[in-house]
């Protein structure tokens, strides 16, 4: 599968953000987006991923999907994204680990990466 279906596969139920979504690289993106509007509101550990859609901080979420999912909150959805991510790419996610300019968005994916056994490419 590529890595679009096998991403959005793995983060079911939850709703991938729409953007085109052709590597590890475009979830990162999108991710620093979602963790700089995140930080914007407060960035606490109980804000909504909802809450950032409906007030227009956050887009390419469909609203529909994520509340048929349940309120994620925004933390719990980086982390899930983060997994995903490394469950698509494999250890090519380092490629994106490395280049991620957010420090949050970057531990999320290591952690993810480390947890999943996910070590670099070498060589």
Do not use: H
């Not at 925004?74 to 250890?91: D, M």
Request: hydrophobic share 50%; with cysteine.
């Amino acid at each position: 599968m590529a890595f679009k279906d096998d991403f959005t596969n793995c983060l079911r139920p939850l709703p991938a953000p729409t953007q085109i979504l052709a590597s590890a690289d475009d979830v990162t993106n999108a991710l620093v987006s979602i963790a700089r509007a995140w930080r914007a509101a407060g960035g606490t550990n109980d804000i909504l991923l909802q809450t950032l859609i409906v007030v227009g901080a956050v887009t390419g979420v469909d609203e529909a999907v994520l509340a048929a999912a349940g309120g994620a909150t925004v933390v719990a959805y980086i982390a899930s994204c983060a997994a995903c991510a490394v469950t698509a790419a494999g250890p090519l996610i380092w490629s994106s680990i490395n280049a991620c300019t957010d420090n949050y968005v970057q531990g999320a994916l290591t952690l993810a990466a480390n947890n999943a056994g996910v070590g670099p490419v070498v060589g």
